[in-house]
């Protein structure tokens, strides 16, 4: 069985997790064991996947949005408590990527959305030229109806986004970001984009959305952002020869 701080420093190299600047710590958040033979992978470390890594009695859970985010209470009380005792008592450690998960051209969350709209990606936007450009643009091959790309993503993700129909009747460029990235929706629209796809929606964003003329779709953060974790997770269980599965816990936002 490999090592925990053997897969820990494989993840924390493949996603380059020291580059980015972050709201949370990426990489080892609670240590457990010191052998891994079994992984859980899931969006976010709630109760109910850390019962799940108990209940298949896994050594390693694998998350996107893990804990200690910045500005949150640091006391170890309630809900915090419950959670972390949940995994001290049953010796599973838990390993999180939140911004480097998002970025990685291959396992990341955009890319992993992109493969299942059949986006190829052209370039990248919303950092200012640093690592930490996460947002994702493109031109279509061919230009579709605005409608008919809502129905794309609501194929590919199994739920209909919501769609703010601020432009033209056809799509031929498109942006896109997982989770709560509905703050570059201004940048995409300055880029000339006519479309552009988030997991959240603002207030605000209907407004910016239809003053700037470009479709934005909010196709549910926890949605977007199912398929980066998956992708790393098959890669650990590939090359260190151990057991994933991921446990999908319904979430409609």
């Given at each position: ?82 959670r972390i005792q949940t995994l001290l008592t ?151 020869g151990i057991e994933h599965r991921f446990c ?6």
């Amino acid at each position: 069985m490999p090592e925990l701080n053997e897969i820990v420093a494989y993840c924390d190299t493949l996603l380059d997790a020291a580059a980015f600047q972050d709201y949370c710590p990426n990489g080892l958040q609670v240590e457990g064991r010191g052998t891994v033979n079994s992984l859980i992978s899931g969006v976010t470390a709630s109760q109910a996947l850390l019962d799940c890594a108990v209940q298949a009695q896994a050594d390693l859970v694998l998350v996107h949005h893990g804990f200690f985010w910045k500005g949150e209470d640091a006391c170890i009380t309630g809900m915090k408590r419950r959670r972390i005792q949940t995994l001290l008592t049953s010796g599973i450690s838990l390993l999180a990527y939140h911004l480097p998960l998002d970025a990685h051209p291959e396992v990341g969350n955009n890319a992993q959305l992109a493969a299942r709209l059949g986006l190829v990606e052209q370039g990248r936007f919303g950092g200012g030229g640093r690592a930490a450009d996460l947002a994702c643009y493109t031109t279509l091959a061919e230009a579709v109806p605005a409608a008919e790309f809502g129905a794309r993503i609501e194929r590919a993700l199994g739920r209909a986004p919501q769609w703010i129909a601020g432009g033209g009747d056809r799509v031929a460029s498109v942006g896109w970001c997982t989770g709560a990235a509905q703050s570059y929706l201004e940048e995409a629209a300055r880029r000339g984009l006519d479309a552009f796809v988030s997991g959240e929606i603002s207030e605000q964003t209907v407004h910016i959305a239809r003053e700037y003329g470009i479709h934005y779709f909010a196709a549910g953060h926890h949605a977007t952002e199912r398929y980066g974790v998956q992708a790393l997770g098959e890669r650990l269980a590939a090359h260190f020869g151990i057991e994933h599965r991921f446990c999908d816990i319904d979430n409609p936002v």
